[in-house]
């Protein structure tokens, strides 16, 4: 696994498809380690180039602070630039959805952004509820799981016990996950007129810990937003991961066809 290290910090990432591709860059929410990705992007990795790295304090890279957007930001540009990425359609959740939107302010690689269950606003949070999702005794795992997916998908797929493992391998735990939680937050996007990029804004109309109106409110702030409800909870990408990847497929393509033309 390739690996770069920015300011001390070493960050660990994967890379897929052909480099002649449009790349998508997929960043993770608040306390999951790159294991959240394991159904967009090998779905994705055919027509385009996928890069998933582990956030700083996840599976695979250093722990090291500072953990504010702005850090997580040049951390996503430390690893595209090592990994040699001129252009690139960035994909985050929650925290990785914040960390996109700093990124497409103060660098100058993203053709568009795609963001799943992201509040513009750390005042937007429901902290109790990104808490339990994220709890630091790692017995509760298990049942943080309700607020992740809903009871269908819990029952029906026999993966309860996977992800349980995956989540003990990768999280966050610890100051690395405080500091997830803190970046959270903290955040603020700023005025979200002046960010012009096509962006597509996927919600959970279950969501418990950013209600879905913040993500209609934010597409509809954006110059070039796009609004799509997803069915489920905070996880949604994962529960309905054909549908949300056909979502961002359709999505980035037109934008690259865009570009091309």
């Known amino acids: 696994m390739p690996t770069v290290t920015t300011e001390g910090t070493t960050l660990a990432y994967e890379v897929a498809g052909e480099p002649d591709r449009p790349t998508v860059v997929f960043v993770a929410d608040a306390g999951f380690g790159p294991w959240i990705w394991g159904w967009q992007a090998p779905q994705l990795s055919g027509p385009y180039r996928t890069v998933v790295y582990a956030t700083r304090g996840t599976d695979g ?30 994909v985050g959740a929650g925290l990785g959805g914040m960390v996109a939107l700093r990124y497409a302010r103060e660098y100058a690689r993203a053709r568009s952004l795609t963001l799943v269950g992201t509040a513009p606003s750390g005042q937007e949070i429901d902290d109790e509820a990104l808490s339990a999702l994220h709890p630091e005794d790692p017995t509760r795992l298990r049942e943080s799981l309700s607020l992740a997916f809903t009871d269908g998908f819990l029952a029906e797929t026999g993966l309860v016990d996977d992800v349980v493992e995956w989540r003990r ?56 937003g796009r609004f799509e409800a997803v069915e489920g909870k905070r996880c949604c990408y994962v529960e309905h991961s054909a549908a949300v990847s056909d979502a961002i497929d359709r999505f980035v393509d037109g934008v690259s066809a865009d570009y091309s033309g």
Do not use: N
Not at 63 to 89: I, K, M, Q, T
């Open 169 to 224: 391998e990768e999280d966050a735990v610890g100051d690395a996950l405080a500091g997830h939680r803190e970046a959270v937050r903290s955040f603020e996007a700023g005025p979200r007129y002046e960010i012009a990029l096509p962006t597509l804004v996927l919600h959970g109309l279950e969501d418990p810990v950013v209600d879905v109106e913040a993500g209609r409110e934010l597409a509809a702030d954006l110059p070039r």
């Open 61 to 90: 890279s250093d722990a090291a602070g500072p953990y504010d957007v702005d850090r997580l930001a040049a951390d996503l540009e430390a690893v595209l630039a090592d990994a040699d990425v001129p252009r690139v359609h960035v």
